[in-house]
DNA sequence: CATCCACCGGAAGTGAAGGGAT
DNA sequence: ATCCCTTCACTTCCGGTGGATG
C-alpha cells in the first residue's frame, strides 16, 4: 500500500505547495534582497502548531538556493539547540566550519569564526525560536550582515516577552507572516497530494481523508500522523484500503503519539513527576516534592524540581494552575 | 490588619566531562 | 602526566510575593 514512506512524515518537504501561496510569497519576497546582494530584514513566522510553519520556511529556503546556489542554508531547532553555544555551533556545522571545535572552545571564537565566513550569505531558520534559552544568539546573528534570519514560534507576544531588551529592540522590525489553521477542505487536499505521492491509487478514498482532516482539526501534523497511522494498521492486516474501522482505531491513537513522543523526551526524573502529576490528576507542590522524594533513590534539589516543572510547563506537558503558594500542578487537558 | 510562610525564580557557585597545550 | 579552559546540569543562597492565619 505504501509507495513512499517519506511523505507520509511529518518533517517531508513537498516539492509543490499545495495552500500557503500567499505565506510563501511574503516570505520569498522579504527574502529578495539578497538576490541583489542586500541584506533581507528578518522574517517572523508565527502561528499555531501544523499550520505549515516550518514546511514553507524549509520549501522557500530550498527554492531561493536554486535561484541563488552561493546562499548557504541553516536548519536550526531550538527545541534541541538552546543554548548560544549549540546555535553557534548549529549553523558553522551547515556551512562547513566546524571542524575541530569542541566543548572548550569558548563561545566567542565560534562567533569570530561565523563572522569570518561572510564570503556567501547565511540564511537560518532558527524554528521554535520560543524555546531558545540564552536569546543573546539572536543579537550576535543579527550583527552579522552576511546572516539573514527565518524565526519561527507560535506567538509573537510571548517570543518578545522572552526576549531581552537588546535583542528586542533589534528584532522589532522585521516581516510577519501569521499562519492560521487550515479549514477541512484545505487539509483533504493536503492529505491528497500526500496520498497521491506516497500511497498506492485507490488506498484511501476521498470520505476517509474528510473524516482525517475534521479528527485533526486544522493541525496537518496531526492528520499526516493519522493517515500514516492508519495505512500501517491496514497494511498489517493485509487490507488494500483504509476501511472505517482501521481509521477508527487509528484517531486516538495519532493524537496521544505526539504527546507521547514529547514525554519519551524527558529524562527519567522528569518523567517521575510527570507520572506522579499524571496519578494524582492534581497535585500541590509541596505533596509532589515529597511523594518525588520517596519515588526515586537519589533525589535532586528542590530547586532542580523547579526547574524540570517550568521546563514541562514550557513544553506544554504540565500546567500550573495559580500563582505562589495555593499553586497546583495538572496535566494539560486534551481538549 | 499584621505577620507568616509556601512557593517562585534570579544569580552565582560547584564539579564533572571533555579536550588543548605544554 | 599535568594543568587549564570550556560547557552544562545541578546546587546553594536568597529576596519577593500574596494567600492563609490569627
Given at each position: 500500500?505504501?509507495?513512499?514512506?517519506r511523505?507520509?512524515?511529518?518533517?517531508?518537504?513537498?516539492?509543490?505547495?499545495?495552500?500557503?501561496?500567499?505565506?510563501?510569497?511574503?516570505?520569498?519576497?522579504?527574502?529578495?534582497?539578497?538576490?541583489?546582494?542586500?541584506?533581507?530584514?528578518?522574517?517572523?513566522?508565527?502561528?499555531?502548531?501544523?499550520?505549515?510553519?516550518?514546511?514553507?520556511?524549509?520549501?522557500?529556503?530550498?527554492?531561493?538556493?536554486?535561484?541563488?546556489?552561493s546562499?548557504?542554508?541553516?536548519?536550526?531547532?531550538?527545541?534541541?539547540?538552546y543554548?548560544?553555544?549549540?546555535?553557534?555551533?548549529?549553523?558553522?556545522?551547515?556551512?562547513?566550519?566546524?571542524?575541530?571545535?569542541?566543548?572548550?572552545?569558548?563561545?566567542?571564537?565560534?562567533?569570530?569564526?561565523?563572522?569570518?565566513?561572510?564570503?556567501?550569505?547565511?540564511?537560518?531558520?532558527?524554528?521554535?525560536?520560543?524555546?531558545?534559552?540564552?536569546?543573546?544568539?539572536?543579537?550576535?546573528?543579527?550583527?552579522?550582515?552576511?546572516?539573514?534570519?527565518?524565526?519561527?514560534?507560535?506567538?509573537?507576544?510571548?517570543?518578545?516577552?522572552?526576549?531581552?531588551?537588546?535583542?528586542?529592540?533589534?528584532?522589532?522590525?522585521?516581516?510577519?507572516?501569521?499562519?492560521?489553521?487550515?479549514?477541512?477542505?484545505?487539509?483533504?487536499?493536503?492529505?491528497?497530494?500526500?496520498?497521491?505521492?506516497?500511497?498506492?491509487?485507490?488506498?484511501?478514498?476521498e470520505?476517509?481523508?474528510?473524516?482525517?482532516?475534521?479528527?485533526?482539526?486544522?493541525?496537518?501534523?496531526?492528520?499526516?500522523?493519522?493517515?500514516?497511522?492508519?495505512?500501517?494498521?491496514?497494511?498489517?492486516?493485509?487490507?488494500?484500503?483504509?476501511?472505517?474501522?482501521?481509521?477508527?482505531?487509528?484517531?486516538?491513537?495519532?493524537?496521544?503519539?505526539?504527546?507521547?513522543?514529547?514525554?519519551?523526551?524527558?529524562?527519567?526524573?522528569?518523567?517521575?513527576?510527570?507520572?506522579l502529576?499524571?496519578?494524582?490528576?492534581?497535585?500541590?507542590?509541596?505533596?509532589?516534592?515529597?511523594?518525588?522524594?520517596?519515588?526515586?533513590?537519589?533525589?535532586?534539589?528542590?530547586?532542580?524540581?523547579?526547574?524540570?516543572l517550568?521546563?514541562?510547563?514550557?513544553?506544554?506537558?504540565?500546567?500550573?494552575?495559580g500563582?505562589?503558594?495555593?499553586?497546583?500542578?495538572?496535566?494539560?487537558?486534551?481538549?
Amino acid at each position: 500500500m505504501i509507495v513512499d514512506d517519506r511523505v507520509l512524515h511529518e518533517d517531508f518537504v513537498p516539492s509543490e505547495v499545495v495552500h500557503r501561496h500567499e505565506e510563501v510569497n511574503h516570505l520569498s519576497e522579504t527574502l529578495e534582497p539578497l538576490l541583489s546582494d542586500a541584506r533581507p530584514e528578518t522574517a517572523f513566522l508565527f502561528g499555531p502548531t501544523g499550520v505549515g510553519k516550518t514546511c514553507i520556511a524549509r520549501y522557500t529556503v530550498d527554492q531561493l538556493c536554486e535561484q541563488l546556489p552561493s546562499v548557504r542554508t541553516v536548519y536550526v531547532n531550538c527545541w534541541q539547540e538552546y543554548t548560544r553555544f549549540r546555535v553557534l555551533y548549529s549553523v558553522l556545522e551547515a556551512i562547513d566550519r566546524a571542524f575541530d571545535i569542541h566543548r572548550s572552545t569558548p563561545k566567542d571564537e565560534l562567533f569570530r569564526r561565523l563572522s569570518d565566513a561572510d564570503d556567501q550569505p547565511i540564511v537560518a531558520i532558527l524554528d521554535e525560536v520560543d524555546q531558545l534559552e540564552e536569546t543573546e544568539v539572536l543579537y550576535d546573528l543579527h550583527r552579522l550582515p552576511h546572516v539573514s534570519l527565518v524565526l519561527i514560534a507560535n506567538r509573537e507576544e510571548e517570543l518578545f516577552a522572552s526576549f531581552d531588551d537588546r535583542v528586542r529592540s533589534r528584532l522589532r522590525a522585521g516581516t510577519r507572516v501569521q499562519f492560521d489553521r487550515y479549514g477541512t477542505d484545505e487539509l483533504v487536499a493536503i492529505l491528497e497530494e500526500r496520498a497521491v505521492q506516497g500511497l498506492e491509487p485507490g488506498a484511501i478514498d476521498e470520505r476517509h481523508l474528510r473524516t482525517v482532516a475534521d479528527a485533526a482539526a486544522g493541525d496537518a501534523r496531526v492528520g499526516i500522523g493519522i493517515l500514516r497511522s492508519a495505512v500501517r494498521r491496514a497494511d498489517r492486516r493485509g487490507l488494500e484500503s483504509v476501511t472505517d474501522d482501521v481509521l477508527a482505531e487509528s484517531i486516538p491513537d495519532a493524537r496521544t503519539a505526539i504527546r507521547r513522543k514529547t514525554v519519551e523526551q524527558l529524562i527519567e526524573h522528569q518523567r517521575v513527576l510527570y507520572d506522579l502529576i499524571a496519578e494524582a490528576g492534581e497535585i500541590e507542590p509541596g505533596e509532589l516534592y515529597a511523594a518525588y522524594e520517596a519515588a526515586v533513590d537519589d533525589p535532586k534539589t528542590n530547586r532542580t524540581l523547579r526547574n524540570y516543572l517550568t521546563k514541562m510547563v514550557h513544553y506544554d506537558l504540565i500546567e500550573a494552575v495559580g500563582e505562589r503558594r495555593g499553586r497546583t500542578y495538572r496535566l494539560v487537558d486534551d481538549e
